[in-house]
C-alpha cells in the first residue's frame, strides 16, 4: 500500500510492523490475490450490505437470533449472559437515577484479549456479551451498536469472501469503520465510502448524541496496535496540549529534525505520503509510532523486540519519545519524565485513552446528555474470564473537570485525566 498523507499511513506503519512480526513468530497470514480481491470483495461487500439490512427492519428478537447464527460461525462460544450479574444490577439503578430526559446513553468500553491461545474465544464473546447486556436497558428501543474495523488489516485472518461480507454487514449494521479507506478501490470503495475514517468520529457522536448504546472496544489484542497506536498518539497529543514554549509546529519539527537524525531519516523513508510532511504533529505520531511498533529504527524487524512486544521502551524509542517532547519545549527533566509515563503506559494490555474520554465527556455529557459507562473485560493473567465493572455516569463537564455519578447515589468532581487512568486501572487489564 502506497502512503497517502492521509491518517492511514499509521495503519500502514503498524502493517509494515506486524509483518516484522509474524516473520519472527513463525505466523503465516492466509494469502489473498489481487485478482480475487477485484471482484470477490465487492461481492462480499453488497451480501454484507443486503444481510445489514435484513437483520435492522427484521423484529428484535429475530434480529438478535440471526446474529447469534452469525457469532457461532465465526466461532464464538456463545456463552450465556448472567443475569444476576451484581454489575449490571448496578448500572440498572444507575440509569434509571438519571431518568429518562434526556435518555442517557451507554457506553460499554471492553477490552480486547490476546489473539492468541485460550484467550482468542474471548474476542467475539466479549463482543456478544456487551451487546447483549446493553440490550437489557433498551427493550424495544435503539438496539445497541459496536466501533469494529472492516479493513484488510483487521480482517488479515479472514479469507476474501469473508472479508467482504463481514465489512459489508457490520459497516451497515454496527459502526464498522474503515482504517485504509484511501487504499479500497473500484466499487468496494463506492459500497463501503461511508465507513471511512475519516467519518468515524462524527458516527460515533451522533450516534450517542441521541441517546444511542454503544459497545466500545478500548483496546488491547495486538501488541502492536494497542501499545502503539492509542498509546503514543496519546502520547503526542498531550505534550503537545501542555507544551509549555507554545513553540510553533514549524519550528518544533525544525528542532527535531536538528536534534535527532532518525526523525530526518524518517522523513525520508517513504512511510508516509507527500504532504503529511506539512504537519509537525502528523509526522511526530508517525515517527514515534514507528519507532515503538517495530517498523523503523533500530528496533525493526531485524530479530530485535521493539517497545510494542516488550511492553516498555527500549533505549532507542526512549530517545524518541524525549526528542518528541525536547522539540516542544519541555526540559530535559520534564522529557525523560513524561517518557517514563509512555513507558509505565506500555506495560498495561489496555491503554487509558484519555483523549478520546475527553471527546466524549465534552461533546456528549458537557452537552447536556449523561453517559453511563459499563465496563467489561477478559480479567487479568492466568485466568480468562468475563469480568464486569463499576459503572458509573458522566453527567457533566466543565473545561478540565467532570460531574460523575455513581449507582449508589453520590456525586462527585474528577480531572479528566485523573478519572481516565483510575477508570482503566480499576476495571481494565
Given amino acids: 500500500m502506497r502512503p497517502t498523507g492521509r491518517a492511514d499511513d499509521l495503519i500502514v506503519i503498524l502493517a509494515k510492523a506486524e509483518s516484522y512480526r509474524c516473520a519472527r513468530t513463525g505466523f503465516a497470514l492466509p494469502h489473498k490475490a489481487a485478482a480475487r480481491q477485484a471482484w470477490i470483495q465487492p461481492l462480499g461487500n453488497v451480501i454484507g450490505r443486503a444481510l445489514s439490512f435484513v437483520l435492522r427492519v427484521a423484529p428484535e428478537a429475530a434480529s438478535a437470533a440471526m446474529q447469534e447464527v452469525v457469532w457461532r460461525k465465526i466461532g464464538a462460544p456463545c ?75 483487521a480482517l488479515d485472518t479472514f479469507g476474501v469472501l469473508s472479508e467482504g461480507v463481514y465489512a459489508g454487514l457490520m459497516s451497515g449494521l454496527h459502526l464498522g469503520f474503515d482504517r485504509l479507506s484511501s487504499h479500497r478501490r473500484g466499487w468496494s470503495r463506492a459500497i463501503l465510502g461511508f465507513a471511512g475514517w475519516e467519518r468515524m468520529g462524527w458516527r460515533v457522536l451522533g450516534w450517542l448524541g441521541r441517546g444511542g448504546a454503544l459497545a466500545l472496544p478500548w483496546g488491547g489484542g495486538v501488541p502492536t496496535t494497542s501499545r502503539s497506536l492509542y498509546s503514543t498518539r496519546e502520547f503526542v497529543w498531550s505534550l503537545r496540549r501542555a507544551r509549555p514554549s507554545r513553540r510553533p509546529p514549524a519550528q518544533a519539527m525544525a528542532v527535531l529534525a536538528a536534534g535527532h537524525p532518525g526523525f530526518a531519516d524518517f522523513a525520508e523513508s517513504g512511510l508516509v505520503g507527500a504532504g503529511a510532511d506539512k504537519s509537525a504533529w502528523k509526522m511526530m505520531e508517525a515517527w514515534l509510532l514507528a519507532v515503538v511498533s517495530g517498523a523503523w529504527g533500530p528496533d525493526r524487524g531485524d530479530g530485535a523486540l521493539p517497545s510494542a512486544d516488550r511492553a516498555a521502551l527500549t533505549p532507542a524509542a526512549r530517545a524518541a519519545a524525549e ?12 522529557a525523560e519524565a513524561s517518557a517514563e509515563g509512555l513507558s509505565r503506559e506500555l506495560a498495561r494490555e489496555t491503554p487509558y485513552r484519555a483523549r478520546l474520554l475527553r471527546i466524549l465527556a465534552r461533546r456528549v455529557a458537557g452537552r447536556g446528555r449523561p453517559i453511563v459507562f459499563i465496563p467489561l473485560s477478559h480479567g487479568r493473567a492466568p485466568q480468562p474470564r468475563i469480568s464486569w465493572g463499576e459503572p458509573v455516569a458522566i453527567v457533566g463537564c466543565e473545561r478540565e473537570t467532570l460531574r460523575l455519578a455513581r449507582s449508589d447515589g453520590r456525586r462527585e468532581s474528577a480531572a479528566i485525566d485523573a478519572f481516565a487512568r483510575g477508570f482503566v486501572e480499576k476495571n481494565l487489564p
Avoid: M
Fill in 79 to 153: 456463552l450465556p449472559l448472567d443475569e444476576d450479574e451484581p454489575r449490571l444490577a448496578e448500572a440498572r439503578r444507575l440509569v434509571e437515577s438519571l431518568g429518562a430526559a434526556p435518555l442517557p446513553a451507554l457506553v460499554c468500553p471492553f477490552t480486547h484479549p490476546p489473539i492468541t491461545g485460550e484467550w482468542l474465544h474471548l474476542n467475539l464473546e466479549l463482543t456478544r456479551q456487551a451487546l447483549r447486556a446493553l440490550a437489557r436497558f433498551r427493550p424495544g428501543g435503539a438496539r445497541p451498536k459496536v466501533i469494529v474495523g472492516v479493513d484488510p488489516f
Fill in 323 to 334: 526528542a518528541c517532547a525536547r522539540a516542544l519545549g519541555y526540559d530535559g527533566a520534564q
